[in-house]
């Protein structure tokens, strides 16, 4: 049964030159018919899995950029998304945003459609950085958007951060740390960056264009990450997310405790009764699809067993508190050990895993190699 739904909404009023989503300049595109393909989709669902929305605990928007849409649009999704979901027994209900769109009209059209969490693609807090990565907001509107959406009742903000960035310097990022937790905010996400293909960055390194900071300065950037949040009251609960008081992201770790969920939208991805799916990615091929009464699906995979228990520990390990041997015991019937000792020995042996009479986790070593310790798993049989 899904424990969440991702709901993808493609559009982008500015496409930043490292990101590989699907998603497509909002000028020209058929917006207002898109959002309303997102109920009929649902309805698709319903039909083929009666059951598969009865016990959702999370929403969540993402994109492209959610808060790409207008005030009127954004009210018009989370219409549909209420009369087509149950909503009242959410736990999260949460959107991406652009601190440069969040008008005080689309704040209030999120929260009155039930929008409980908000997380803001910040990345930098250095104008000549962002400007690199393509983002188009100034420091200014980050801080006139965390104020608007506290004044509105929307206090439970996360903020993403990116660090080894193109010329990126250790001040810099200190800098932006700095920023950053002053607005003492209960969650914050900070990702190194991946030259992925099919980016404006992955053009620019192939061409020699794009010069990264080196590996030691960017395990000394995690360092400094990590050490800061800890000294700030931020408990790291997964390799790069920091909560305060419990405030997690809870549709994120819906992915990393390997669970269930729905994806929605064109480009989405879903796990759902053991079979990992894809829906159609150019945006007119998926409206073609869903007007024609069919699920919107390019690809769809039956997980094995094998693939299973590999997801449950590259997933599992992210978290800080690791794989369990009653969990995983419980989610695939046969003993964490059984499985895998030989690997975990070795990599306890290592240091970079720490084993205890619960499970298993990374230890703070292992962090910095997390990776390499998932690709253990993956070799392994």
């Known amino acids: 049964m899904a424990r969440g739904v991702y709901i ?7 496409i930043c030159n490292y990101c590989d989503f699907n998603k497509v300049f909002f000028k020209n595109q058929p917006v207002d018919e898109y959002i309303e393909a997102i109920g009929r989709e649902i309805e698709l669902i319903k039909e083929q899995s ?7 605990e999370t929403i969540y928007l993402g994109g492209g950029t959610p808060t790409s849409l207008s005030a009127s649009q954004i009210n018009r999704l989370l219409e549909i998304i209420n009369t087509h979901l149950s909503t009242n027994q959410l736990v999260e209900f949460a959107s991406e945003a652009n601190p440069d769109e969040l008008s005080i009209e689309k704040l209030n059209a999120l929260k009155s459609g039930g929008i409980n969490r908000l997380s803001l693609g910040v990345q930098s807090f250095d104008n000549e950085l962002l400007k690199k990565l393509g983002r188009t907001h100034s420091n200014e509107q980050v801080l006139k958007t965390i104020e608007n959406a506290r004044e509105i009742g929307l206090s439970n903000l996360n903020i993403d951060l990116m660090y080894g960035l193109p010329g990126q310097t250790m001040n810099q990022w200190e800098d932006t740390l700095n920023k950053a937790l002053a607005l003492n905010l209960p969650h914050y996400s900070a990702y190194s960056l991946i030259v992925e293909p099919k980016t ?3 053009i620019q390194y192939a ?3 794009l010069h990264l900071p080196t590996e030691d300065l960017e395990a000394e950037m995690y360092d400094v990450l990590m050490r800061e949040m800890e ?3 931020l408990h790291q609960y997964e390799i790069s997310n920091f909560s305060k008081n419990g405030r997690i992201s809870t549709h994120n770790k819906i992915y990393w405790d390997n669970d269930e969920y729905v994806g929605i939208g064109a480009g989405a991805h879903g796990y759902v009764e053991g079979k990992r799916y894809s829906n159609i990615g150019p945006i007119r091929k998926y409206l073609d699809a869903v007007q024609k009464h069919e699920r919107p699906i390019i690809n769809e995979h039956i997980v094995t067993f094998e693939e299973k228990c590999e997801e449950q520990m590259f997933l599992g390990l992210r978290k800080t508190e690791g794989v369990s041997y009653e969990g995983f015991k419980s989610k695939l019937g ?9 690997i975990i020995g070795d990599l306890v042996k290592s240091g970079l895993l720490i084993q205890d009479e619960v499970g298993i986790r990374l230890s703070r070593k292992g962090r910095f190699l997390g990776n390499e310790v998932f690709q253990q798993f993956l070799l392994g049989e």
């Open 8 to 14: 993808h909404i493609p559009f982008c009023h500015q």
């Open 50 to 56: 009666p059951d598969v929305f009865n016990d959702i």
């Open 200 to 202: 404006i960055f992955y």
């Open 207 to 209: 061409k020699g264009k």
């Open 231 to 233: 000294k700030n009251g």
């Open 334 to 342: 046969v003993s964490l050990l059984d499985q895998y000792e030989p």
